[in-house]
């Protein structure tokens, strides 16, 4: 079958960094999405891992292992507009992505 | 551009009545698909179509539920009848999967339906 697992809530501190795991298993591999989701909003593109290693976008990065499984997001600088939810998402053997449930980051001052 | 286009924003019926809903996608992208989500279920993907036709609609919870693309700018889902059960917000998506892209999808801003 196919699964993505990530932690269901994280806290961190303004300023702090921050980083959600995801594990996933599914048929094929052809790049894991990092999305973020303000309450009450529509997901929207972070980041794009297709290759092993880590990218980085500003205060934002993301990393994979493919032999693992395994991919992680890492918030640097946390700022109170970070606190929303972060879907780890998988596209296997066709043109769908799979989601997990998303993590939700409470990010206190 | 406008972006992914949602109608409505909000959705209350009752239970047995039909509900529609609608997207328009980004111009010019070749992939559309329709989500569901819910606190416990999480974003579930219920359909999606490429250059107008239906390729998977495995996720599409029963008969009572149907989708169309009818043009490249346009596409519906439909509940008839509709339960408590499909509360929920429904979001659309739209992607461009030619080279060079990461095939990131684009979201609208989804309709919450609720169904009393």
């Known amino acids: 079958g196919q699964n993505i697992d990530q932690p269901t809530e994280m806290t961190a501190t303004e300023g702090a960094i921050v980083q959600i795991n995801c594990t996933y298993q599914?048929?094929?591999?052809?790049?894991l999405f990092w999305y973020q989701q303000h309450a009450g909003e529509a997901p929207t593109f972070l980041s794009y891992n297709v290759l092993d290693g880590l990218e980085e976008k500003g205060r934002f990065s993301s990393f994979l292992s493919r032999s693992k499984g395994y991919s992680y997001l890492l918030l640097k600088e946390l700022q109170m507009k970070d606190s929303a939810s972060y879907l780890c998402a998988v596209r296997g053997n066709t043109d769908k992505l799979i989601f997990g449930t998303g993590t939700r980051l409470q990010v206190f001052p | 551009d406008a972006g992914v286009i949602q109608s409505p924003r909000h959705e209350v019926t009752e239970m047995g009545q039909e509900v529609t809903l609608r997207c328009k996608p980004i111009?010019?992208?070749?992939?559309l698909f329709w989500y569901r989500q819910t606190m416990m279920r999480g974003l579930e993907l219920l359909i999606y179509f490429n250059n107008n036709v239906p390729i998977d609609d495995s996720g599409m919870p029963e008969d009572r539920f149907s989708a169309k693309m009818p043009n490249a700018s346009f596409s519906t889902l439909k509940i008839q009848p509709s339960e408590p059960r499909d509360s929920a917000v429904y979001f659309c998506a739209s992607i461009y999967a030619g080279q060079g892209s990461y095939n990131e999808q684009f979201f609208g801003p989804g309709t919450r339906l609720t169904v009393l």
């Open positions: 599914t048929s094929g591999f052809n790049g």
């Open positions: 111009s010019g992208h070749d992939y």
